[in-house]
């Protein structure tokens, strides 16, 4: 047992790597992706840290190259959950008992290993397994996956040392235990920093954890998890298995020693978890935490104070980046008559100018949607838009998927604040427009407020400073992320802590130290230094 405090490095945001021809990030990235390409991976479950193929396997397959095949991974089934629970449960102690600087290293090693050795690795891997250019790779799989391992490391540490005040005699003190159980962590395919974080910051806190990715994002996942296996993460810590949704919950919510779930994912499933957890919760040795984010129906007002540019650029960006393929991205927008006409017409012609193809070619701003499910249901929005008298199609509108499952960066006009494009969670390249009486300006919030079940994010853009702070007020529960000035996606790990209400989750926050006392359970220990020796006190004496 060592007699010292230590100390870590204050964490900064990882640099983002600009891919410029001739760089030697571009150079290496090329080489990575080719290298993927080249052989078809056999991708096993990691349960106990043992690798565990069952020979049913999935394949994997480039969104935006559907015949070429990556590789294959290995289903599993309910007694795969079991094993990994029960590997999880036999871990448990002794990772709880590991001293917090020999946790922490792991973790900022894998940082380390991510921002050095495995850089090319983890975008070639998210670039080909998810359908992001190189940017969005970079800012996802290798940034801010970086600042969550590095960031979470600084902000457990300043958890850890807050400690209560003792009074004369009396020693106070607070232990910081991690739960008592096991922790599930569901994660989503499109953000690979958030299929990392979600089990690692579980599992920083002294946690044991089963993780299940979504089948899309398998490829990224399983490297990740190898390289927390080099950093030295032990045998049971993170169980990585490939199960479906149902026969995860199935299991784990069925389990006395479940202890919580870290989830990101739809609203509809994070309900019926949260449902089920109730109906079994007399069976729990512990109430779960039930931390989940679900999404959003994100919006864009501008006032019509608004500078044209810089409205048309965060559409742009907002809507389109990543396929729209973010919790966050802007899906509805709400443009002053004053200046609509000149935005969606300089829009219009930014989309125009929008290539769409491969992850490859490092021109291409658009890439395909995540699978043929999703294809379809955008396909359908834009369809029934084509059909009403309410809406019309102003960009875009043109999909195919003969070769990746590619949608055109489309925008829907329409003359009914309350259409269902304005109102439903579409998470694809579709952003729907309202213009408003440049003179009804609080009016309008009040329809932003009012239009959608969801409030993760929303930005206000104006120059006038009074019509921003009417935004930010009447907005307030409307976003848990709110922007101004700016498109409402690009959190930053350290800058933005990510999360919204309503529909759109317990706004835990990643990237803060709000979501890691989630995976922590305080213990109070007051010891008295002298003892008193009689139980009566001063007052019972007589005068």
Same mark, same amino acid.
Request: charged share 20%; proline share 5%.
């Given at each position: 047992?060592?007699?010292?405090y230590?100390n870590f490095?204050?964490?900064?945001?990882?640099?983002?790597?600009?891919?410029?021809?001739?760089?030697?990030?571009?150079?290496?990235l090329?080489?990575q992706?080719?290298?993927?390409?080249?052989?078809?991976q056999?991708?096993?479950?990691y349960?106990g840290g043992?690798?565990?193929?069952t020979?049913?396997?999935v394949?994997?397959r480039?969104?935006?190259?559907?015949k070429?095949?990556?590789?294959?991974?290995?289903?599993?089934?309910?007694?795969h959950?079991?094993?990994?629970?029960?590997?999880?449960?036999?871990?448990?102690?002794?990772?709880?008992?590991?001293?917090w600087?020999?946790?922490?290293?792991?973790?900022?090693k894998?940082?380390?290993?991510?921002?050095?050795?495995?850089?090319?690795?983890?975008?070639?891997?998210?670039?080909?397994?998810?359908s992001?250019?190189?940017?969005?790779?970079?800012?996802?799989?290798?940034?801010?996956?970086?600042?969550?391992?590095?960031?979470?490391?600084?902000y457990?540490t300043?958890?850890?040392?807050?400690?209560?005040?003792?009074?004369?005699?009396?020693?106070?003190?607070?232990?910081?235990?991690?739960?008592?159980?096991?922790v599930?962590?569901?994660?989503?395919?499109?953000?690979?920093?958030?299929?990392?974080?979600l089990?690692?910051?579980?599992a920083?806190?002294?946690?044991?954890?089963v993780w299940?990715?979504?089948?899309?994002?398998?490829?990224?996942?399983s490297?990740?998890?190898?390289?927390?296996m080099?950093a030295?993460?032990?045998?049971?810590?993170?169980n990585?298995?490939?199960?479906?949704g149902?026969?995860?919950?199935?299991?784990?919510?069925?389990?006395?020693?479940?202890?919580?779930?870290?989830?990101?994912?739809?609203?509809?499933?994070?309900?019926?978890?949260?449902?089920t957890?109730?109906?079994?919760?007399?069976?729990y040795?512990?109430?779960?935490?039930?931390?989940?984010?679900?999404?959003?129906?994100?919006?864009?007002?501008?006032?019509?104070?608004?500078?044209?540019d810089?409205? &048309?650029?965060?559409?742009? /960006?907002? $809507?389109? %980046?990543?396929?729209?393929? @973010?919790?966050?991205? !802007?899906?509805?927008?709400?443009?002053?008559s004053?200046?609509?006409?000149?935005?969606k017409?300089k829009?219009?012609?930014?989309?125009?100018?929008?290539?769409?193809?491969?992850?490859?070619d490092?021109?291409?701003?658009?890439?395909a949607?995540?699978?043929?499910?999703?294809?379809?249901?955008i396909?359908?929005?834009?369809?029934?838009?084509?059909?009403?008298?309410?809406?019309?199609?102003?960009?875009?509108?043109?999909?195919?998927?003969s070769?990746?499952?590619?949608?055109?960066p489309?925008?829907?006009e329409?003359?009914?604040?309350?259409?269902?494009?304005?109102?439903?969670e579409?998470?694809?390249?579709?952003?729907?427009?309202?213009?408003?009486?440049?003179?009804?300006?609080?009016?309008?919030?009040?329809?932003?407020?009012s239009?959608?079940?969801?409030?993760?994010?929303?930005? &206000?853009?104006?120059?006038? /400073?009074? $019509?921003l %702070?009417l935004?930010?007020t @009447?907005?307030?529960? !409307?976003?848990?992320n709110?922007?101004?000035?700016d498109?409402?996606?690009?959190?930053?790990?350290?800058?933005?802590?990510?999360?919204?209400?309503?529909?759109?989750g317990?706004?835990?926050?990643?990237?803060?130290?709000?979501?890691?006392?989630?995976?922590?359970s305080?213990?109070?220990?007051?010891?008295?230094?002298?003892?008193?020796?009689?139980?009566r006190?001063?007052?019972?004496q007589?005068?």
């Amino acid at each position: 047992m060592h007699n010292a405090y230590f100390n870590f490095a204050h964490p900064a945001n990882e640099p983002v790597m600009s891919f410029a021809p001739g760089s030697p990030e571009r150079d290496a990235l090329k080489k990575q992706l080719a290298a993927f390409k080249a052989t078809e991976q056999d991708i096993p479950m990691y349960i106990g840290g043992k690798e565990v193929r069952t020979g049913k396997t999935v394949d994997i397959r480039p969104p935006h190259e559907i015949k070429h095949k990556l590789g294959h991974f290995h289903a599993g089934d309910a007694s795969h959950v079991t094993d990994a629970i029960n590997a999880a449960l036999a871990a448990r102690q002794q990772w709880a008992d590991t001293p917090w600087e020999h946790r922490a290293a792991i973790f900022l090693k894998a940082a380390e290993l991510l921002a050095t050795k495995y850089r090319a690795h983890t975008n070639a891997a998210t670039m080909l397994g998810q359908s992001k250019n190189a940017y969005q790779a970079e800012i996802d799989s290798a940034c801010e996956l970086i600042d969550f391992l590095r960031f979470n490391v600084h902000y457990l540490t300043e958890i850890y040392r807050q400690q209560p005040i003792s009074s004369p005699g009396v020693h106070n003190r607070l232990e910081y235990r991690p739960l008592e159980g096991f922790v599930l962590a569901v994660t989503p395919f499109n953000f690979s920093a958030i299929g990392g974080n979600l089990p690692t910051s579980a599992a920083m806190c002294g946690n044991v954890v089963v993780w299940k990715p979504a089948n899309t994002q398998v490829f990224h996942a399983s490297f990740f998890m190898k390289v927390l296996m080099e950093a030295g993460l032990p045998d049971g810590v993170i169980n990585l298995v490939y199960a479906s949704g149902p026969t995860i919950g199935d299991v784990c919510f069925a389990h006395p020693d479940f202890a919580g779930i870290h989830f990101t994912g739809s609203t509809g499933v994070f309900q019926t978890m949260w449902k089920t957890i109730g109906n079994n919760i007399a069976r729990y040795k512990t109430y779960p935490r039930i931390v989940g984010e679900t999404g959003g129906k994100d919006f864009v007002i501008a006032h019509k104070s608004a500078d044209v540019d810089t409205v &048309v650029t965060a559409l742009a /960006r907002g $809507a389109f %980046e990543y396929q729209g393929q @973010k919790c966050s991205a !802007a899906s509805r927008a709400y443009l002053p008559s004053n200046i609509a006409e000149e935005i969606k017409t300089k829009l219009t012609a930014a989309l125009k100018s929008m290539k769409m193809g491969t992850t490859e070619d490092f021109s291409n701003f658009i890439n395909a949607v995540i699978d043929e499910k999703s294809f379809d249901k955008i396909a359908s929005y834009i369809d029934n838009a084509k059909k009403d008298p309410s809406a019309k199609i102003i960009a875009g509108g043109n999909y195919n998927k003969s070769e990746g499952y590619f949608i055109e960066p489309t925008v829907i006009e329409t003359t009914d604040p309350k259409y269902i494009t304005m109102c439903e969670e579409i998470f694809g390249p579709v952003l729907s427009i309202y213009v408003y009486d440049a003179e009804k300006f609080e009016e309008t919030l009040e329809v932003v407020d009012s239009t959608s079940t969801y409030a993760l994010t929303g930005a &206000v853009l104006g120059q006038d /400073r009074y $019509a921003l %702070e009417l935004a930010t007020t @009447k907005l307030r529960n !409307a976003a848990g992320n709110f922007y101004i000035n700016d498109k409402p996606t690009g959190a930053v790990v350290g800058q933005q802590p990510f999360g919204g209400a309503r529909a759109s989750g317990t706004n835990d926050k990643a990237g803060s130290q709000l979501n890691l006392y989630r995976w922590l359970s305080a213990r109070t220990v007051k010891e008295t230094l002298v003892p008193p020796t009689d139980y009566r006190y001063p007052f019972l004496q007589e005068a």
